[in-house]
């Protein structure tokens, strides 16, 4: 079963000074299906590693929800009654339209002790682990 690795700023995962693991990741691309479109399946693990930091929490995957083409408005009703609705800052940067995915989340935990991975992404925020190699290198 595939495994991913969502790479995150403190400061727009809301709850993370409370260490309640947030419900919904979001992702979005202006011109293209964000990562992992087409590449996530219910029941898969999501860890959560800040960016330059460690892997500090992990959760499972309950269900997505794709919007092409979507602006703000749109797709910030698909994270209503979440902490993320109401953090202003994050949705002050998005661009007028893109396409947005909205992953829904469930039976989040901190790790006791965070993983420091090898390996480092250079552009994605979204690592999908589908091959032990890969797991092998951010999972240690």
């Known amino acids: 079963m595939r495994e991913h690795i969502i790479i995150r700023k403190e400061e727009f995962v809301t709850g993370s000074i409370s260490k309640s693991v947030p419900t919904v990741f979001t992702q979005t691309h202006k ?17 959560m590693k800040w960016s330059d930091g460690p892997i500090v929490a992990k959760a ?27 953090h202003n800052e994050y949705w002050e940067i998005k661009s007028k339209k893109f396409n947005g995915m909205t992953i829904y989340i469930a039976g989040g935990e901190w790790l006791d002790d965070p993983i420091f991975s090898q390996s480092r992404s250079y552009s994605n925020s979204w690592i999908i682990l589908d091959d032990e190699k890969k797991r092998k290198e951010w999972l240690g």
């Open 31 to 47: 011109t293209h299906p964000p990562l992992p479109y087409n590449r996530i399946s219910i029941g898969e693990t999501v860890w």
């Open 60 to 86: 499972k995957v309950e269900g997505f929800r794709l919007l092409e083409n979507c602006t703000v408005e749109e797709f910030r009703e698909t994270v209503r009654g979440t902490n993320l609705y109401n």
